[in-house]
């Protein structure tokens, strides 16, 4: 089985920084994306950012210029630097990693168990 758990988060000021980290543990074969996305209250999960096994980034347009996503893959980890934070960047962050596993022979999606980002003067 594959874990992923998530790091970092909690209280921040508008124009401040906060990170995120999440490591992926088990029997994983090979990692084709990796990603954060977040839920408000009230509001649908959305994609912030994802990096491509090639090494390829995009971003939220709410998110560009401001966040920054890296990937360390002999870590089998995702990194979210989260720079001039935003009232509305306030919600739950969930990392996801696109994955293969050597025991199963399709790409499934993995799911952090989620790390409050709270954003707030």
């Known amino acids: 089985q594959v874990q992923l758990v998530e790091s970092g988060g909690g209280l921040g000021q508008p124009g401040g920084s906060l990170s995120l980290s999440c490591a992926a543990s088990g029997s994983i074969f090979s990692i084709r994306v990796m990603g954060w996305y977040r839920q408000a209250p009230g509001k649908q999960r959305e994609e912030v950012a994802r990096?491509?096994?090639?090494?390829?980034?995009n971003y939220a347009d709410s998110v560009k210029g401001r966040f920054t996503i890296s990937g360390d893959r002999a870590k089998n980890t995702v990194y979210l630097q989260m720079n001039s934070l935003k009232i509305e960047d306030t919600a739950v962050y969930y990392c996801?990693?696109?994955?293969?596993?050597?025991?199963?022979?399709?790409?499934?999606?993995?799911w952090g168990q989620g790390t409050q980002v709270t954003v707030s003067s």
């Open positions: 990096i491509t096994k090639d090494g390829t980034s």
């Open positions: 996801n990693f696109v994955l293969k596993t050597a025991d199963w022979d399709l790409f499934t999606n993995y």
